[in-house]
Structures are given as C-alpha cells and as structure tokens.
C-alpha cells in the first residue's frame, strides 16, 4: 500500500530525473497529487512540499554543474554556457520564492565555472579544439554578476571573443 509519504518521495524522485526544467515536473506534480483525477487527490501542506522542493534544487544544481564540465563539451547532454545562465537564474528565482538557501551550491557553481573557463581557454588556445562557447560575453557576465563575481574574475573580454572566432 502506498503512503502518503511514499507518494511524495515517488515524485521527489520524479523531478530529480526530469527534464532541463525542474519546476515544470514540481508543478506537474503538485497538479497530479491535488488535482488530477487519476492522482491521490491530497490535501498537501506547505511543509509536505519540501521533498519537492529539494529536488528541484538538486535537479538544477545537477544540470547547471553539466554544463561546467569540461568533459562533458562533445557530448549530446551538453547545453553550454548560455543554458546554464538560464538554468542558474531558473535556480535562483525558485530558491527566493520559497527561501531556499542555495549559498554552498553558488560557490560550487563558481568554482566550477573558473575551472570550465579556465580549461576552454588553454585547450582552445594550444589548438586542442575549438570553443564550445554557446554565448555572448555580455551573457556570461551576467552568469557572474549572478553569482557574485565581477568582471574582474573572468577573463577580459577581447579573450573570451577571441576564442569564439
């Protein structure tokens, strides 16, 4: 028999193996737990949606991660930078609403997103490959205004565009 709390942590499970966008699988799912005839019909609480909640969280820090692996640059999951910016500030935007502290995952994307660059611009700059670099500058700058960088901790500008052309 399935319990309440076996069917909030099935769709817990749900959103962390959805799509590239988790809050679309958290609102499914608080539709099909509440509203959808052919879903258990429960009366949640805001409390019975944390689980939910840190899923979604998880998801994006698990996509957005994806996209600052340098491994990952010649392979079909990835997206670039330009979709991660989107996908932080999906992020972000979910996590303030609910006030949801996403401070230790900020500092694990800024990590990340040094070492991304820092690789794209030897391995581009020795020949290696060519850039995987999905967007603007003005983009990423927004990327690390986003997460509380300045343009001091990127690259300077006519660097990071001449790896694009």
């Known amino acids: 028999m399935r319990t309440y709390k076996n ?7 749900l959103i962390l193996h959805s799509g590239e966008i988790p809050e679309v699988a958290y609102y499914g799912s608080i539709h099909y737990l509440t509203e959808d005839p052919e879903g258990p019909l429960l009366n949640i609480e805001p409390r019975d949606l944390i ?13 957005i991660l994806r996209d600052l692996i340098p491994g990952n640059r010649d392979r079909s999951i990835y997206r670039g930078l330009k979709r991660c910016t989107a ?8 996590s303030d609403k609910r006030s949801i502290d996403i401070s ?3 500092k694990e994307v800024i990590e990340a ?8 611009i030897m391995d581009v700059s020795s020949g290696k490959r060519k850039t995987c670099i999905n967007c603007s500058y003005s983009v ?9 960088l300045s343009k001091d ?12 052309n």
């Open 7 to 13: 069917i909030l942590s099935e769709e817990a499970f």
């Open 51 to 63: 689980s939910l909640e840190e899923a979604v969280v998880h998801r994006y820090r698990t996509i």
């Open 87 to 94: 996908n932080w500030k999906r992020l972000v935007n979910f």
């Open 104 to 106: 230790s995952i900020r």
């Open 113 to 120: 997103l040094k070492d991304f660059l820092s690789q794209e």
């Open 140 to 148: 990423l700058t927004e990327l690390a205004c986003g997460l509380g």
């Open 153 to 164: 901790d990127l690259p300077a500008k006519e660097k990071f565009e001449g790896l694009r």
